[in-house]
């Protein structure tokens, strides 16, 4: 399983826009990219899944360069709702699919 | 819509005693996983399933174990509490690759304190 990093933690305001930059320099070619939100006490909540260029949903974006080492997750006019810790995970659908390691997550404060 | 359940939601235990964790998925789930998060932590991965037979096998200490039976209902079973194990334990399901996604339904954790 590719290893990610991400920043620790981030802050911004009420209506920006964030993006969320992770790491993943040994990412194989069957690994998909997966971003997951948590909240405090509450299990983690799947955001988005891509593998290569750009995918959005009604939530967020995320965006894949072409060499897939790194990824980046957009989220458009955060709210204060939005402060939870994300995570980047990266992993084989087909055969690594059973096993989900979450790393050090990135933890996003919104302030009013 | 369905989610996945858990049960207890908390649970108070003494050292060295025993403990049963119970993890209902979504229907037509055939996969459970199960993690472990501890104040302040990242949630780690113990143990899968698939079809009622282990998938995968994380940092699960041998003190625990774990099935999945024919109702594709989870358990997890920890002996010999330690105060280490006091945690926030999570489970989720996921229907087989069929989505061909990543994507786990995550339950609302079962909170174990061990004093």
């Known amino acids: 399983l590719a290893k990610t990093t991400q920043p620790i933690s981030m802050d911004s305001y009420e209506g920006q826009e964030v993006n969320i930059t992770c790491s993943h320099n040994n990412i194989a070619t069957n690994d998909y990219i997966t971003w997951y939100q948590q909240f405090p006490s509450q299990g983690p909540r799947f955001i988005i899944q891509g593998y290569k260029t750009k995918v959005t949903n009604e939530v967020a974006s995320l965006f894949i360069p072409a060499d897939r080492k790194s990824s980046t997750l957009s989220l458009p006019r955060v709210s204060l709702s939005d402060t939870a810790v994300y995570y980047c995970l990266v992993g084989d659908i087909e055969t690594g699919g059973f096993k989900t390691i979450f790393g050090a997550g990135t933890r996003l404060f919104v302030k009013a | 819509a369905a989610g996945v359940i858990q049960s207890p939601r908390h649970l108070i235990k003494e050292k060295r005693e025993t403990a049963t964790l119970k993890c209902y998925p979504i229907?037509?789930?055939?996969?459970v996983y199960w993690y472990q998060q501890g104040p302040g932590q990242d949630p780690q991965f113990l143990i899968s399933f698939y079809e009622k037979m282990q998938s995968d096998k994380g940092s699960i200490p041998d003190r625990f174990s774990a099935q999945q039976f024919s109702d594709y209902h989870s358990e997890l079973n920890m002996s010999s509490l330690e105060l280490g194990d006091s945690a926030l334990y999570f489970c989720a399901s996921s229907p087989y690759r069929a989505e061909q996604s990543y994507e786990q339904y995550f339950g609302p954790g079962t909170r174990l304190t061990v004093t």
């Open positions: 229907p037509r789930h055939d996969t």
